[in-house]
């Protein structure tokens, strides 16, 4: 009888523990890598959108975006793919000023990150910082990706 009993107990507390542990989640937690992914896949998706001209739907994938890439740079911080990201969310929003601060922290972490100075370089493009955007495809140099080309090509159109 006392064993039947236990039995019951501990299955009764087993049960309980893999009820309460799986979660809903519902509860607003998210994992570092979840905000994160969320933040990518909404950057990619605007930028499909602007390619097809769709820009006030794109801008608010961006705005979207940046919410989530915050979240992950405030619970994993300095991750310089995710200051890339918020870098460029934060371009395509307007913010040339803050676009520019994520991503020379991105380049404090990874001099040599391949996003950061090829976004880090248009961004001097766009801003009439022809001599910066050289200096970033010179860290570029070498890399033998597309985004040294597609900078040049930037570049030499400006």
Known sequence: MLRSFLIIIFFT???SQICFSAG???SGSRSKADYY??????????KKLDEKGKTKKALKRY???????LRA???????PDTLNYLGYATR????????????LQGLQIDPKHIGINEYLGELYVKTNRINLAKERLEVLNGCKCEEYDELKELIEKN
Do not use: C, H, M, V
């Open 73 to 79: 740079n405030k619970k994993n911080p300095n991750k």
């Open 63 to 69: 705005e979207r975006a940046k919410k989530y890439l």
């Open 37 to 46: 992914k969320k933040g990518a896949d909404l950057i990619k998706a605007a």
């Open 24 to 26: 809903t989640g519902d």
């Open 13 to 15: 507390f087993s049960f």
């Open 92 to 103: 395509k929003l307007g913010d040339f000023e803050n676009a520019e601060k994520y991503y």
